[in-house]
């Protein structure tokens, strides 16, 4: 079955640009997408299409994918920003998701 | 405002079934693929099921197959998972996810509900 692979945790220090990566086996013939979840809270589309915001997602979020690798960029990381990110991607019919990576601001 | 709003979740035993149900509201029901995905406490996400806009095209996760059952009422604007045959590795947070695109189902989720809790224990 289709294994999409993310880092555990990334840490990044306030106003500095984070780079969460999720690779799988030509993830970059596919279309990628990402969620953020706060704890409590249910998860929220950021990316999709590889690199498309959805509406009222701020522009510091952006998204790329090619080759086995999507990668989530957040620049001038904010407090807020702080969360669990899930990659997503579509193979054989099934929904493929990312194990998660727990961003922290510090 | 576009909404959907999961209920149906409780504590069942293993074997038992039960029944969740998502209502939309806010958008065009019967044009989008739905979605059901599931979280394990402290785990990550999981999708469960899909279903296209007009109920012909389902899909599922090898976790489930055979045992869920997906299926939507487009005059209710309803969703619906029927779990049988629980088990405790079912026990999660059952969300219900839509489409981002219209007539689509595969494809990113660009609504999420609240999520049901479903406790699978003895």
């Known amino acids: 079955s289709y294994e999409l692979t993310q880092p555990p945790s990334v840490s990044v220090s306030p106003g500095q640009t984070a780079s969460i990566t999720c690779s799988g086996d030509k993830l970059g013939d596919k279309y990628a997408c990402w969620y953020q979840q706060k704890p409590g809270q249910s998860p929220e589309l950021v990316i999709y299409?590889?690199?498309k915001r959805p509406s009222g997602i701020p522009e510091r979020f952006s998204g790329s994918n090619s080759g086995n690798t999507a990668t989530l960029t957040i620049s001038g990381t904010q407090a807020m920003d702080e969360a669990d990110y899930f990659c997503?991607?579509?193979?054989?019919?099934?929904?493929?998701f990312g194990g998660g990576t727990k961003l922290t601001v510090l | 405002q576009v909404q959907l709003v999961e209920s149906g979740g409780g504590v069942v035993q293993p074997g038992r079934s039960l029944r969740l149900s998502c209502v939309a509201s806010g958008f065009t029901f019967s044009s989008y693929g739905i979605h059901w995905a599931r979280q394990a406490p402290g785990k990550g996400l999981e999708w469960v099921a899909l279903i296209s806009d007009d109920g012909r095209t389902k899909y599922y996760a090898d976790s489930v197959k055979g045992r869920f059952t997906i299926s939507r009422d487009n005059s209710k604007n309803t969703l619906y998972l029927q779990m049988n045959s629980l088990r405790a590795e079912d026990t999660a947070v059952y969300y219900c996810?839509?489409?981002?695109?219209?007539?689509?189902?595969?494809?990113?989720?660009?609504?999420w509900g609240q999520g049901t809790m479903v406790t699978v224990s003895s």
């Open positions: 997503q991607a579509w193979d054989s019919n099934t929904g493929v």
């Open positions: 996810a839509k489409s981002e695109r219209v007539a689509t189902i595969m494809d990113a989720f660009d609504i």
């Open positions: 299409q590889d690199t």
